[in-house]
């Protein structure tokens, strides 16, 4: 059960994971449709999943009436600090994925990072072979700002990773 509401939205919640949480965490991100299109590929062990959150990382569970659909996360580390510069991520259970969760969560943590943390820019990456991801960057103003060529080995295949940015001045408008 998912602890308490961080921050609300239209028709999602982002709350507080808790070590309750860990089960239901572990299952999505050791699920292939979750860890191919993330950077880790490595097995998640219960007792390795982070549910703690630190100064430099804001990681939530995206919730849908209490219930845990997705996770996201905004990071604001080391040099990004400085320059005012926020890296995003999320993924959604793939049982929910097409019902927009994802996009309300990405609208909502965009939000919190340029209201709330200051941020001028945030980024994030998506493989290639996720065109969905890509639409949910999209559908909230960001822009592609380059690719990077076969960087990511998936199924034993190099995919490109596209770069996606947003600046406050853009998100403003």
Partial sequence: MPGSKFLDGDTIELCVPTKADRAWLNKQQNDPRIWRSMLTHTPTQL????YEQDEGTVRLLICDSNVPVGKI???????????????????IAPDEWGQGYATAAVERMVTYGFEQRRLHRITADVFECNPASARVLEHNGFHQEGTERQAAFIDGE?????NYGLLRTEWMR
């Fill in 47 to 50: 007792d390795e999943t982070p």
């Fill in 158 to 162: 190099y995919h490109d990773v596209r």
């Fill in 73 to 91: 996360w905004l990071r604001q580390a080391g040099i990004q600090q400085r320059y005012g510069t926020g890296t995003l991520g999320y993924w």
